[in-house]
Nanobody, 115 residues
């Protein structure tokens, strides 16, 4: 069982920045594909960004050029740097760890972009 704990959410003005962190338990962090997903009220959960164990990265089109995902295997942590935030980025952001048939989620952290 892997436990994921997100942090770094909050309220920010449009154009601002936030960095989300997700700390994972266990010793197998380096083999997981780590991802960030988000879910806005009334909408389905969607992929924001993910990074494989080999460092391959995918982004949703809506965040390309604004968000950056990274991982530090020594710290069992994945990050999401979010710049140029827009009101439509408002959502609960979830950390995800996945390998083969194992799939784990964090509890989520709220990001609100508003003036």
């Amino acid at each position: 069982q892997v436990q994921l704990v997100e942090s770094g959410g909050g309220l920010v003005q449009p154009g601002g920045s936030l960095r989300l962190s997700c700390a994972a338990s266990g010793s197998l962090f380096s083999i997981y594909t780590m991802g960030w997903y988000r879910q806005a009220p009334g909408k389905e959960r969607e992929l924001v960004a993910r990074i494989t164990s080999g460092g391959n990265i995918d982004y949703a089109d809506s965040v390309k050029g604004r968000f950056t995902i990274s991982r530090d295997n020594a710290k069992n942590t994945v990050y999401l740097q979010m710049n140029s935030l827009k009101p439509e980025d408002t959502a609960v952001y979830y950390c995800n760890a996945r390998v083969v048939t194992m799939n784990y989620w964090g509890q989520g952290t709220q990001v609100t972009v508003s003036s």
